[in-house]
């Protein structure tokens, strides 16, 4: 019995001595770790975030009608440039039944009452002549003639606005014919010949007949989400570039963020706006899908390595790299970071341009 326990404990113990040899020959015939290296070089590093939006007038002017009717007749279309004062559709009026038969009627009883004044006035000449009445009775009798008249005449051409729009002597200001109020090009008509329109009250926004802006004056408008919105401010630059049109980028001044957000699907989202600045002839429809580069922070021409690069001290967390000081030895140096892209750093000292940098986290075979 202890013979074969005995045995078995030898056997045991070869077996692990021959496992011991084993491991120690293949870790000595693995090749040795060799690290590769990079150089910090000169570049420019941008921080900056991106808000999505479109790109539209920053002054759009919607003409609307000051009387109701039927668009009888468009001299405008899309895209048509057009200036203060050009004609832009002709109304026709409907006239309404019971302001119509209300003006029929006082026409009626202003006609009555001129009817009245002017034998008035003709008994009192004749009475005047005769010195029976005086002077004063005669000149009251007069005027009640003269108000007899210009009520009927109010009350004919108060009809005669609410039959066809307008009257005699009004011609310069019919309101049957739009007119443009501004200067620019035509965006829109979302009216046709035989339309319906209401016109502008204070309880109505009434229909609008024709959109107009200054294409040469164009805004981005987009929405930037919470954890962003902080990071900006006024004045900041963009770079816009736009969907339709390729490789090329405007610039523009970010001069509005909105003091209150929008809840969209369970986020935050603040509108912001920028002006585009020195822009080109390049053509920019309204309503195109836009993105904003708001650049945070920028430098040019300065020392940088890629952030993949960096280390952090488990204590201190400061951060750090490891310089080649000979063949695959490393010196660990403490480096001061500046402005970040994501992938580059900016380094404001610590190394120089010449030294070798250690790629720590390199994938092995």
């Known amino acids: 019995m202890k013979k074969g326990c005995t045995i078995t404990i030898l056997v045991f113990l070869a077996i692990a001595f021959a496992g011991a040899l084993f491991w120690v020959y293949q870790k000595n015939a693995q090749p040795p770790v060799v690290y590769e290296t990079e150089k910090a070089e000169i570049r ?8 999505t939006g479109n790109i539209n007038p920053k002054e759009e002017v919607l003409i609307k009608p000051n009387i109701s009717g039927i668009i009888e007749e468009v001299y405008v279309e899309a895209g048509d440039n057009i200036k203060n004062g050009d004609l832009i559709a002709k109304i026709k009026v409907v006239p309404n039944v019971s302001s119509l038969n209300s003006a029929n009627n006082q026409i009626q009883t202003a006609k009555i009452d001129l009817e009245n004044q002017k034998r008035i006035i003709e008994r009192q000449k004749t009475l005047f002549n005769k010195g029976v009445i005086s002077a004063n009775d005669y000149d009251a009798a007069q005027t009640a003639y003269k108000q007899a008249l210009q009520a009927y005449n109010a009350t004919v051409q108060s009809a005669e606005i609410i039959r066809t729009g307008t009257t005699k002597g009004l011609s310069n200001i019919a309101q049957t014919l739009i007119r443009s109020t501004v200067s620019g090009m035509v965006l829109d ?7 319906q329109v209401i016109e502008a009250n204070n309880f109505n926004e009434g229909t609008t007949i024709a959109s107009l802006a200054n294409v040469n004056n164009m805004i981005f408008e987009g929405k930037l989400d919470e954890s962003e919105v902080g990071k900006i401010k006024l004045g900041l630059p963009l770079e816009i570039t736009i969907g339709a049109i390729e490789n090329k980028k405007f610039d523009a001044v970010l001069d509005y963020i909105a003091p209150k957000g929008v809840n969209e699907n369970g986020a935050m989202q603040f509108p912001i706006k920028g002006t585009l600045v020195n822009k080109d002839a390049t053509f920019i429809r309204s309503g195109l899908s836009a993105n904003a580069s708001i650049i945070l922070s920028k430098v040019t021409n300065v020392l940088a390595i890629k952030e993949g690069l960096v280390q952090y001290d488990e204590k201190t967390k400061k951060s750090f790299v490891e310089v080649m000081v000979g063949d695959q030895k490393f010196e660990k140096r403490f480096v001061e970071l500046g402005v970040s892209d994501g ?11 010449n030294d070798k940098i250690k790629v720590w986290n390199q994938i092995k075979k």
Not at 343 to 353: D, L, Q
């Open 44 to 51: 420019s590093i941008s921080k900056s975030t991106v808000a």
């Open 189 to 195: 008509v979302p009216v046709k010949k035989g339309n």
């Open 343 to 353: 992938i580059y750093v900016e380094i404001k000292k610590g190394i120089t341009k």
